[in-house]
Protein backbone atom coordinates (compact mmCIF):
# COMPACT_ATOMS: atom_id res chain seq x y z
CA UNK A 1 0.00 0.00 0.00
CA UNK A 2 0.84 3.45 -0.54
CA UNK A 3 1.42 6.06 2.18
CA UNK A 4 -1.66 7.64 1.04
CA UNK A 5 -3.68 4.90 2.01
CA UNK A 6 -1.81 4.34 5.00
CA UNK A 7 -2.63 7.43 6.02
CA UNK A 8 -6.14 7.45 5.46
CA UNK A 9 -6.60 3.90 6.77
CA UNK A 10 -4.92 5.46 10.14
CA UNK A 11 -7.31 8.12 9.78
CA UNK A 12 -10.19 6.25 9.57
CA UNK A 13 -9.70 3.69 12.29
CA UNK A 14 -8.95 6.94 14.63
CA UNK A 15 -12.08 8.13 14.02
CA UNK A 16 -13.81 4.87 14.26
CA UNK A 17 -12.71 4.49 17.53
CA UNK A 18 -13.83 7.31 18.66
CA UNK A 19 -17.20 6.62 18.35
CA UNK A 20 -19.13 5.97 21.34
CA UNK A 21 -21.43 3.55 19.99
CA UNK A 22 -25.22 2.86 22.02
CA UNK A 23 -25.81 -0.81 23.00
CA UNK A 24 -29.40 -0.08 21.71
CA UNK A 25 -28.69 1.98 19.09
CA UNK A 26 -30.03 -0.02 16.20
CA UNK A 27 -33.05 -1.11 18.06
CA UNK A 28 -33.87 2.60 18.87
CA UNK A 29 -33.43 3.06 15.12
CA UNK A 30 -35.54 0.30 13.88
CA UNK A 31 -38.71 1.48 16.21
CA UNK A 32 -38.27 4.71 14.95
CA UNK A 33 -38.46 3.32 10.99
CA UNK A 34 -41.29 1.48 12.20
CA UNK A 35 -43.10 4.11 13.49
CA UNK A 36 -42.42 6.42 10.74
CA UNK A 37 -43.60 3.47 8.02
CA UNK A 38 -46.53 3.09 10.42
CA UNK A 39 -47.35 6.97 10.04
CA UNK A 40 -46.76 6.95 6.66
CA UNK A 41 -49.01 4.29 5.83
CA UNK A 42 -51.80 5.72 8.42
CA UNK A 43 -51.99 8.90 5.81
CA UNK A 44 -52.04 7.05 2.80
CA UNK A 45 -54.92 4.91 4.31
CA UNK A 46 -56.76 8.13 5.46
CA UNK A 47 -56.14 10.31 1.98
CA UNK A 48 -57.75 7.05 0.31
CA UNK A 49 -60.88 6.76 2.46
CA UNK A 50 -61.07 10.53 2.13
CA UNK A 51 -61.03 10.38 -0.95
CA UNK A 52 -63.66 7.53 -1.99
CA UNK A 53 -65.93 8.99 0.30
CA UNK A 54 -65.59 12.07 -1.53
CA UNK A 55 -66.40 10.32 -4.76
CA UNK A 56 -69.59 8.66 -3.34
CA UNK A 57 -70.84 11.52 -1.83
CA UNK A 58 -70.29 13.49 -5.64
CA UNK A 59 -71.78 10.37 -7.22
CA UNK A 60 -75.09 10.64 -4.60
CA UNK A 61 -75.08 14.37 -5.16
CA UNK A 62 -75.32 13.79 -9.07
CA UNK A 63 -77.38 10.93 -9.21
CA UNK A 64 -79.90 12.60 -6.03
CA UNK A 65 -79.60 15.91 -8.93
CA UNK A 66 -81.08 13.79 -12.10
CA UNK A 67 -84.51 14.58 -13.48
CA UNK A 68 -86.51 11.65 -14.27
CA UNK A 69 -87.86 13.14 -17.38
CA UNK A 70 -84.39 13.54 -19.18
CA UNK A 71 -83.35 9.76 -18.96
CA UNK A 72 -81.46 9.09 -22.76
CA UNK A 73 -81.75 5.40 -22.32
CA UNK A 74 -85.20 5.27 -22.06
CA UNK A 75 -86.21 8.05 -24.32
CA UNK A 76 -89.99 6.93 -25.47
CA UNK A 77 -89.49 9.23 -28.32
CA UNK A 78 -87.53 7.16 -30.12
CA UNK A 79 -89.95 4.40 -30.24
CA UNK A 80 -92.66 6.36 -31.54
CA UNK A 81 -91.09 7.44 -34.40
CA UNK A 82 -91.56 7.15 -38.27
CA UNK A 83 -88.20 4.93 -38.75
CA UNK A 84 -88.32 1.75 -38.87
CA UNK A 85 -86.69 -0.72 -35.80
CA UNK A 86 -84.37 -3.35 -36.69
CA UNK A 87 -85.39 -6.93 -36.49
CA UNK A 88 -86.01 -8.14 -33.16
CA UNK A 89 -86.61 -5.16 -31.11
CA UNK A 90 -90.43 -4.58 -29.65
Known amino acids: MSAPEEK ?3 AL ?3 AESVNESPDAYRRAQR ?3 RRE ?3 RA ?6 LFLVGIACVAGVWALSGASPGKHVIFNDQA ?3 SSP ?6
Open 79 to 81: RHS
Open 85 to 90: SPPGTP
Open 43 to 48: VMITIV
Open 38 to 40: WQR
Open 13 to 15: ADA
Open 32 to 34: YWH
Open 8 to 10: LRA
